[in-house]
């Protein structure tokens, strides 16, 4: 018997659908390396956050957990920009969250993540606002740090770009980058130096100083986004050989 689609969800399908840019589609492979480039309807950021606060006013007085249903199923089909709107209705209920609400982050974590685009969109906003109110979990990033799937690890870095910028947690970001520090992939590499460089925006000495201890084996890709946002003295010291 054929699965009957929630009426909100076909909604947003079609609305995709109608919006889909030729262009966009065509260029969407460039973005992403061969073999992790998403599913894609071909339509533009803005106008998917467009779609996705539409959708939002059709269903923000139904009870969390419904609404979390609802991200669940549009994470389910493996597009980018239904994962767009997914992430922007979960991070519309952060004065929601709880404690509990960790395993579905989780979940989606482990099970959907396939690409560097969706990554960050969960993890710099909606799992960031939830590590800042309850910082026990990060814990749970340096578990993500070790596994063996690419963009589990990169979500332990990425998660921690906001709250790095308010300077917070940077003993837990030099630990994270610890974990992943001499990690082969780039995407992960590219991860843990947007970290590093979030964080050198408070504690720029601090960040320096970690990333002038692991030069010797810290990865180029790393390293370069690591310093990138620091002074051009502190640049040029750091990359003199």
Known sequence: MKEITNPIIADI?????DSTDLAVLTSSAR?????????????????????AKEGLK?????PK????????????AGYLEESIVACIWAESLHKQYEPADFKVLDRWVHNYLNNWADTDTLCN????????????YIAELKKWAKSD?????????????????????????????????????????KGYGWMLKAASEAHQQAVFDY???????????????????MPADLRAEAMKK
């Not at 399908?13 to 659908?17: D, G």
């Not at 906001?162 to 947690?169: Q, S």
Request: positive net charge; charged residues 30%; glycine residues 4%.
């Open 13 to 17: 399908r079609q609305a995709l659908i």
């Open 31 to 51: 973005y992403h390396k061969e073999g992790e480039a998403p599913k894609v309807y071909g339509v533009r950021t803005g106008e998917v956050s467009k779609i």
């Open 58 to 62: 059709q269903i923000k007085h139904q």
């Open 65 to 76: 957990q419904e609404i979390l249903e609802l991200c669940e199923e549009l994470w389910q």
């Open 125 to 136: 906003h909606t799992i960031g606002n939830f590590v800042m109110m309850y910082p026990e």
């Open 149 to 189: 799937k690419r963009f589990v690890r990169r979500a332990a870095a990425v998660t921690l770009i906001i709250p790095a910028r308010k300077g917070m947690f940077l003993k837990d970001i030099f630990e994270i980058a610890d974990i992943l520090l001499l990690d082969t992939d780039d995407l992960v590499q």
């Open 211 to 229: 990333v002038m201890s692991k030069r010797e084996v810290m990865p180029r890709t790393a390293f370069r986004y690591a310093i990138e946002k």
